[in-house]
């Protein structure tokens, strides 16, 4: 079975991988039952922390720029995803398929407009997917990020996206980071996709009806969900502006919806610079609600929305 470590945030990479490796341990696995890894850095970080705390084991690994951290002495966090013995290794560990789930690295180019590296993004998935045997139909969640400058042309993405995704149209979340993962990069994707059917999950938001992406997709005994703000599902109006604690409820009622009685066990939670301070209120509401989830949480430089000071994306298990 698949299980999601919280995230471990620190000082930087070194101390990081060091406190990673304990935990591992302490949760009964080892370098090789990793099958993603995800950096969260506000800096580069060298590789040899990584290639040292895998001591050998390769799987794919998602780099995100973020604008910090909730607690302000942290540089660096990681997450982790394992599952025993590692999963299937494919292209050598490039792609790691664990249950029904298929682990990607993230992606980027430098090269050409916002839309172009878009399209480049999801080709280059498509290509990654085929040494799988799959293509981007298998797509259950798409993750990009942007910067808060490229906002006005965000909705460019949406062509390519309902060119190459489908007919089961992914989850998405949209998070906006202004330090580029690479000089000249607009967009960072990362992605999940699933061996098997794919079966879309709606509580019957006709929104959704017009979209590219869908609030959930399930896979086997997975439900992978899109990211989740204070949106009004039928009016498509934000809510509870500046109150933290109420746009967070809002988000997870939704969560809930979707979920309709799934565990979930995994929550990725960006809030902006302007929530910070009203973060930690959150932990025991969320705790009781959520008990068994593993949380990272990461300072994001904005949400699409203005008015978003949080964007919660989830994972559950089915019944």
Known sequence: MTTYLPGIAGPDPATVYASAARRLADAGFGPGDVVHVAEYVTATAPPD??????????APVSVVPVAGFPDPGHRFAVDLTVH??????????LLRIAGDL???PSVHTPTGAFRDQYTWCLERIGELLGHAGLGLDALVRTTDFTATATRAEYPRCGRPRRDLLGPVFPGAAGILVDTPVEAGAAVSLDALAARGPLRPVNPGWSRYDTLTYLPGVAAGDTLVMSGFGA??????????EDDLPAQAAFVYDNIDLVAAGATVTRLLEYVTPAAVADYPRLAAARAERYPH?????????ALLRPQFLIEV???AVLA
């Open 49 to 58: 922390a990584r290639e040292g705390f895998l001591d050998g084991h390769r």
């Open 84 to 93: 025993p013995g590692g999963g299937e290794a494919v292209a050598g560990g």
């Open 102 to 104: 298929v682990h990607l």
């Open 231 to 240: 949106l009004d599902p039928e009016s498509q109006l934000a809510v509870h």
């Open 293 to 301: 989830a593993a949380v990272t949480s990461v300072v994001c430089s």
């Open 313 to 315: 994306v989830p994972t």
